[in-house]
């Protein structure tokens, strides 16, 4: 069975930076492209970054092109996301998503709830 | 700056028969975006409905259709049920490793 696990979430003040962890299992890890996707409270899905299958290629959101970076551990099974220079505007559920072959996202993590205020 | 456009909201009877749609603010929505769509209770991750325009995915239930109409994509429930009152929403791929979702569609059953 597919798991993905995010980790890592809090409160972390404006400018601040915070790291998420998604641990993967039931699938073979370094063989699939991974994601992460964001909902603001009361708000609707928004694509964020994602990184391929072995990590040498990485695209972002313009909203957080230059503040975030995805990377990941295949020898972990690990997924992340550094977000630095945070803004009230990232306070955000953030999930994490595996891609299939094709351009769709097929299992999903339950979220890690990051919080951006003074 | 691609945007993908959905109704806000929808309601519909049990046992009706709803289709959202889903558009980009310029131009036509075609297979070459890949559509798929998703669908959100509160407080939950959102589950994979639809893939690859008109591909259900594994255990989601037949009444749940899709396809292109006109220059949209759109899911159709047959036969609406009080679980599928949800949010659900639609996702292109633009091309160069860039994915835009849609503002999502509330569902109410009643």
Redesign the interface.
Known sequence: EVQLLESGGGLVQPGGSLRLSCAASGFSFSTYVMIWVRQAPGKGLEWVSVITDSGANTFYADSVKGRFTISRDNSKNTLYLQMNSLRADDTAVYYCAKRPVGYYFDSWGQGTLVTVSS | ?TVVTQESSFSVSPGGTVTFTCGLSSGSVSTSY?P?W?Q?TPGQ????LI??TNSR?SGVPDRFSASILGNKAALTITGAQAEDES?Y?C?L?VG?????????TKLTVL
């Open positions: 700056q890949y798929s998703y959100q991750a959102p589950r994979t893939h690859s995915s949010d929403y996702l791929y160069s490793g860039i994915w835009v979702f849609g503002g999502g």
